[in-house]
């Protein structure tokens, strides 16, 4: 079993939707919690951050974290065309925080 | 500023062959760090450096793969005797201080795809 779970979609939404992407994970060590975003033929880039149960909002993105579920969420609201891309949940904790665990990553396709 | 660069950005060899990948991390970065990003996979962890030191190599797969960080800046990622199953994006991405500082953010490059015949 892996240390993170996540659907690897692909979802596809209309312009204007509300998209949920979620993981859950296993590992109780995972403190910090992070949503990439990842482009056709491109590296990650960080979206978002939290190490704390609870939402946390910028912009047209809120992530959510329960510990006690192990269970992590980002939506998007008001998706747009070019917020296509596939989100990748990421982990790290105390003692592993040289590295970080992702999960599949769910391909977004939002249509027009 | 520039951001992670990695070269070449396309590879392809044949089995059993060797093969060097090279990241070129953020100036001033003094952690880098390199992932393997199998096709439908998330990116898996290989090896972490401190400055010249591999801090974690926990992630390398066997001792086919080596990697090096001589002067503290640019590393390479060493593949010996390659497999069909090491076909996959290597990436590499750098962070300020490292150290185990959770809240540091890792910058990825955009990877390098190695096609193994």
């Known amino acids: 079993q892996k240390e993170v779970e996540q659907d690897p979609g692909p979802l596809s939404v209309p312009e204007g939707a509300i998209v949920s992407l979620n993981c859950t994970y296993s590992?109780?060590?995972?403190?910090?919690f992070m949503w990439y975003r990842q482009y056709s033929r491109k590296g990650p880039e960080l979206l978002m951050y939290?190490?704390?149960?609870g939402n946390k909002e910028d912009g047209r993105f809120t992530a959510q974290v329960d510990k006690s579920s192990k269970y992590i969420s980002l939506f998007i609201r008001d998706s747009q065309p070019s917020d296509s891309a596939t989100y990748l949940c990421?982990?790290?904790?105390?003692?592993?925080?040289?590295?970080?665990?992702f999960g599949t990553g769910t391909r977004l396709q939002v249509t027009l | 500023g520039a951001g992670v660069s990695q070269t070449p950005s396309n590879k392809v060899t044949e089995k059993g062959k060797y093969v060097e990948l090279r990241c070129d991390p953020i100036?001033?970065?003094?952690?880098l760090y390199w992932y393997r990003q199998s096709l439908g996979q998330g990116p898996e962890f290989l090896i972490y450096?401190?400055?010249?030191?591999?801090?974690?190599d926990s992630g390398l797969p066997n001792d086919r793969f080596f990697a090096v960080r001589p002067e503290g800046s640019v590393s390479t990622l060493k593949i010996q005797r390659t497999e069909r199953g090491d076909s996959a994006v290597y990436l590499c991405?750098?962070?300020?201080?490292?150290?185990?500082?959770?809240?540091?953010?890792?910058?990825f490059g955009p990877g390098t795809r190695l096609l193994v015949l």
């Open positions: 100036s001033g970065h003094t952690a």
């Open positions: 450096f401190q400055g010249t030191g591999a801090a974690d």
């Open positions: 990421a982990m790290k904790g105390t003692g592993t925080a040289s590295k970080l665990t």
């Open positions: 590992n109780s060590a995972f403190q910090y």
């Open positions: 939290t190490y704390s149960s």
């Open positions: 991405a750098s962070s300020l201080y490292g150290s185990g500082l959770l809240q540091e953010t890792q910058y």
